[in-house]
């Protein structure tokens, strides 16, 4: 097995199982929360649910996948995995990019799934679903490539979780737009500039957070 | 270049440098706004409001030269580990944050009797508003390695990503139907009258100047502090 | 790991270019075919948005067109582009910049008859500025000052 898999697979037993940086099966919960708490907010309104539900599962995904960043890197660093692989001769660049894999993994797929019980709930129409699934799978893997990011620079700091959600959100913001924009009407546009927001976060990300987490170790 | 790294040969520019560059700009930027409040005729279809494009004209740009030399400053600070690059990056990062919310209140108030609302949603105001955002987090970031006595390239990390967002703004009317009018200024054609854009390009220099020299006053109370913190390190050490 | 760290962070790096550039084109491709921040009425004539969906309709006035509507409350006017034209009926208070000949963005939808109704009206500034005595000037004169002073 190549060492990249072996990180992963470790990775996403980590995520999965019950220790300091599991609780995979949160993201999914808090999603599927929101999605059942908006009716209530805003009344049973059908036509305004059906409206307004997308953006709403939008802001709930982005949300959901903000939420494990605390637990994303830093125990790690306080273990020394990276100061470990780094004896091995695993760039921190390469570990962080499994790391990206795994957490969207972690996330992506099983919010997409949440997405047609959350659509339900709303009574969204099938085209605008249709979307939606196809927004959040070209948007999720930038949003995972985002909360890695935010992990990795605030990793070293004390006041970590509430700082990376603030490190993330402007940065998460293009995702939002065109993700949410893809939603009605014209989707093709929308949908390419939310892979494109996308990509650029994943090519930075690694370099990135792998570059905080060197200046971290010293 | 290299020459102006050293800490205490910057010291002794900036230390005549700060003031002449706040009186020049203050001097300047006072004149200007004073000559567009007063002089400036009013414009063919916005009247009076237009005057307020001497305010945030300067200030967009100096929202937008905020961040790129937090940027600059921090390539310079992974690439070659001087702190006075880490310093200037830092110094840089409250005055940007001032003139970019500036530039949107004063934006804000223009637009409600010229366009009707007092924001729209459309790339060049997102855009402007994600960049007060970077801001904060790039101040809060700061801090929080200060605090954490972490290493100082974390900081410098975020201010080099979060430079996407420059070209973005600078684009932004171009790319997207904005509500936002498209560049009055290109490279060396205007199309705003030069009863208005002399005043402009005044207020321009001056606000820049001002903020030139907030800069390097910030960044001698930095270095006066970081100094003073390790004297005090080195008498606790004694015996 | 069989790569040294060095190598690893190239192939990364490769990765990376590969995947900016394919960012950019597809933002190219995006921003070329997406929807577009308003309607202009040439849009409208060739690819109709629905009837009562919200959307933006942005044009010039056309000249001529101001009038009020029989309530005597509405105002209405003619969106136009240079190659189509819409009606559009608004009942509020107009923005400072809004006279015929300007540029304007109206929110609102489209009724059955093909008249706009717009609830907001936003004036959309364009990228000139002209002191107010060159507007004394017959449009002709203006254009030609406004060219003096910014070759």
């Known amino acids: ?218 | ?239 | 790991m069989s790569w040294k760290p060095k190598h690893q962070r190239m192939a990364l790096l490769g990765v990376a270019l590969v995947a900016l550039v394919g960012a950019v084109l597809l933002a190219m491709w995006g921003l070329r075919s997406q929807a577009s921040y308003f309607y202009v009425p040439a849009q409208v004539e060739s690819d109709p948005p629905a009837v009562g969906q919200n959307i933006r309709l942005g044009g010039m006035v056309l000249e001529g067109s101001l009038g009020q509507a029989d309530d005597g409350v509405s105002i209405l006017f003619t969106v136009h582009d240079g190659e189509a034209q819409v009606p559009v009926r608004y009942r509020g208070i107009l923005p400072d910049l809004f006279v015929e000949g300007s540029g304007v963005v109206a929110e609102g939808r489209f009724t059955p008859e093909g008249t706009f109704v717009a609830d907001t009206l936003l004036a959309k500034h364009d990228e000139n500025y002209v002191p107010r005595e060159l507007e004394e000037m017959t449009a002709a004169q203006a254009k030609a000052a406004v060219a003096e002073t910014t070759k």
């Open chain 1, 1 to 218: 097995m190549s060492p990249f898999a072996a990180l992963l697979r470790r990775d996403l037993a980590a995520m999965f199982g019950s220790g300091a940086r599991g609780g995979a099966a949160l993201p999914v919960l808090f999603f599927l929360a929101v999605a059942t708490l908006y009716p209530f907010a805003v009344g049973s309104d059908a036509r305004l649910l059906a409206e307004t539900g997308g953006g709403v599962l939008w802001i709930a995904a982005l949300l959901a996948a903000l939420l494990p960043i605390e637990r994303l890197v830093r125990p790690d660093l306080e273990l020394g995995l990276f100061d470990q692989l780094a004896l091995r001769g695993v760039a921190e660049e390469a570990s962080l990019a499994a790391r990206i894999l795994a957490h969207w993994l972690s996330f992506g797929p099983p919010l997409m799934v949440a997405a047609l019980p959350g659509a339900a709930l709303m009574g969204i129409e099938a085209q605008t679903l249709l979307n939606l699934e196809l927004g959040l799978l070209v948007g999720t893997p930038g949003l995972a490539a985002l909360g890695v990011m935010a992990a990795g620079l605030t990793a070293a700091l004390r006041s970590g979780a509430a700082l990376g959600g603030l490190l993330a959100i402007p940065l998460a913001v293009p995702l939002l737009i065109f993700g949410a924009g893809s939603l009605d009407g014209n989707a093709d546009g929308a949908l390419a500039l939310t892979g494109a927001a996308s990509l650029v976060l994943l090519a930075l990300a690694p370099f990135a957070a792998g570059a905080a987490i060197r200046a971290a170790r010293e």
């Open chain 2, 1 to 239: 270049m290299h020459g102006y790294a050293n800490p205490a040969r910057f010291l002794k520019i900036a230390r005549w440098l700060t003031p002449v560059l706040l009186v020049v700009g203050l001097v300047l930027a006072g004149g200007a706004l004073a000559w567009g409040l007063t002089q400036v005729p009013p414009e063919r279809l916005q009247g009076e409001t237009v005057r307020i494009l001497f305010v945030h004209v300067p200030t967009a740009w100096l929202g937008m030269a905020g961040w790129t030399t937090i940027a600059g400053a921090s390539f310079a600070y992974l690439v070659w580990r001087h702190p006075l690059a880490d310093i200037a990056a830092r110094a840089a990062a409250w005055p940007g944050a001032c003139f970019t919310a500036i530039c949107l209140a004063t934006g804000s108030i223009w637009a409600r009797p010229t366009w009707g609302v007092w924001w729209v949603w459309d790339g060049r105001l997102t855009s402007f508003l994600i960049l007060l955002f970077l801001y904060f987090g790039y101040i809060a970031l700061s801090n929080g390695a200060a605090q954490s006595e972490a290493s100082r390239r974390i900081p410098a990390i975020f201010g080099l990503v979060g430079a996407i967002n420059i070209p973005i703004i600078n684009r932004s009317v171009e790319w997207w139907e904005t509500q936002h009018q498209r560049a009055s200024i290109t490279a060396g054609t205007s199309s705003i009258d030069a009863a208005f854009l002399w005043p402009l390009g005044i207020a321009v220099l001056g606000f820049t100047c001002i903020f030139g020299g907030v800069l390097l006053a910030r960044m001698r109370a930095i270095l006066a502090h970081s100094q003073a913190e390790a004297r005090l390190r080195r008498k606790a050490m004694q015996p």
